[in-house]
């Protein structure tokens, strides 16, 4: 399928099969976030198979299954370790395997002081537990700091902090109080319009010179959030001059610095964490998605003074269960062992290079941004106005899925590029090859 760039296969989808299950799902579950009526049998790789017997070469999952799907060394992880012990109640007990996954954990988030390390199951969770170590050791501050476009999950606390779109946050007010946010840095639609670098990049600095005199009284504040790179809200890179005026100010007024790494890192970025790009380090940082390769697990790591010190102040039940905690340990070895961060980087490179062709070609592609294979074209109806054009990066989306190629949106109007990290310069080729021709049916 995948040999040359003409092979590009053309799908109804669904298919009866398919059309079967989609049927019966949507019967019973409750509705999500569905993008495509593809009906999953069998992954391996980056090639997946549906219950139809369709190919498909999936750019999506590689922000979880980031070493592939299945990979060898982690399934065969998940199996030896299903026959010793699946659970033993983590929080309350010991074990050689959980001690390890820490430890490495600490050693992969940046920065001098000590760490300490929460096992859990979800990015929200661990955004969670920054909120509540956080508000733990400063008990007089209860403020909390995000940025639109942001997504930090959709429990009601992480939720608070999450402002990438309305559909995340109507119905549900009144979220966590005193949650304020300020407008990132976007700079391919500066929400000041002005422009970088001339700017000063006033996106950073207008929270000390504006509302920390008129709005937010600084030493109320318990924890600014932050994404090196927004993943939901549109795949933004921020200058690296923002994160760091914005850690820089965190630090001056004593408010802990929260890394939300959930999407951006585990090397997808090119680096192993996307604030490696920025220059800085964080006091708490928040990692899952691709750490357990699409097993359910994550991880707060935070400075050793931010550990709550007493019993039952935060806990849960799965965090560090056997699955998890074997499932990090393989990916962690697996990232080291094929040199994955380094492949995305150099991949990455290429892929961008691929897609900048592609906007030469297409007026309708206004940017091209990312980092390594963290990447994404952004559609609007023309360059000048940079007006989003969702209507036409859906139908592009629908004919990327016709054509055997798995993508997802993201932003108003973005197409986001997020291969497995073992991908290979053939399948990038046909990726492109894919989304040309939908472009141009589109």
């Not at 490696?276 to 790591?301: F, W, Y």
Request: charged share 20%; proline share 6%.
């Amino acid at each position: 399928m995948l040999e040359t760039r003409s092979q590009i296969p053309d799908y109804e989808l669904p298919g009866p099969a398919g059309a079967e299950v989609v049927k019966r799902e949507t019967a019973l579950m409750t509705t999500g976030t569905k993008t495509a009526p593809i009906a999953v049998k069998t992954a391996k790789g980056l090639l997946l198979e549906d219950v139809d017997g369709n190919v498909f070469l999936d750019f999506t999952s590689g922000m979880v299954a980031a070493v592939g799907h299945s990979h060898p060394k982690v399934a065969q992880a998940i199996a030896d370790q299903a026959q010793r012990w699946l659970f033993i109640n983590s929080p309350d007990f010991y074990s050689p395997l959980a001690a390890e996954v820490a430890e490495r954990l600490a050693r992969l988030v940046p920065g001098t002081a000590g760490k300490k390390v929460f096992l859990c199951n979800s990015g929200a969770e661990a955004n969670e537990a920054a909120i509540k170590a956080t508000r733990w050791n400063n008990p007089t501050r209860k403020r909390l700091i995000a940025y639109i476009g942001a997504f930090h999950g959709r429990t009601m606390g992480a939720n608070s902090l999450t402002a990438s779109k309305i559909a995340q946050r109507a119905r549900f007010t009144p979220n966590m109080p005193d949650v304020h946010h300020l407008p990132f840095a976007t700079c391919y639609r500066c929400p000041y319009k002005m422009s970088y670098p001339s700017c000063d990049i006033w996106c950073a600095r207008i929270l000390e010179e504006l509302y920390f005199k008129q709005l937010i009284p600084p030493d109320e504040v318990s924890a600014i959030f932050v994404e090196p790179i927004q993943g939901e809200g549109g795949y933004i890179v921020p200058p690296p001059e923002f994160v760091q005026i914005v850690r820089d100010i965190a630090n001056r007024y004593g408010i802990p610095y929260v890394d939300d790494e959930v999407q951006a890192g585990m090397g997808k970025s090119g680096k192993m964490l996307a604030i490696e790009h920025h220059g800085v380090t964080a006091n708490c940082t928040s990692i899952g998605k691709a750490l357990g390769s699409g097993v359910a697990v994550a991880a707060q790591v935070l400075d050793a003074n931010l550990d709550f010190g007493v019993q039952g102040a935060h806990s849960n039940t799965f965090g560090g269960n056997g699955i998890a905690l074997a499932a990090a340990k393989a990916t962690l070895d697996v990232f080291e062992e094929e040199h994955l961060v380094e492949r995305a980087a150099d991949l990455g490179a290429y892929l961008f290079d691929r897609l900048l062709e592609l906007q030469k070609s297409f007026p309708a592609i206004g940017d091209v941004r990312g980092k390594g294979l963290m990447l994404a074209i952004d559609f609007v109806l023309d360059r000048k106005s940079r007006t989003p054009d969702p209507a036409f990066r859906d139908r592009v989306l629908e004919g990327c899925f016709r054509h055997g190629l798995m993508l997802l949106p993201c932003g108003f109007s973005a197409i986001r590029f997020t291969p497995a990290l073992v991908v290979e310069r053939d399948q990038i080729d046909h990726a492109i090859a894919v989304l040309d021709k939908a472009i141009r049916e589109a």
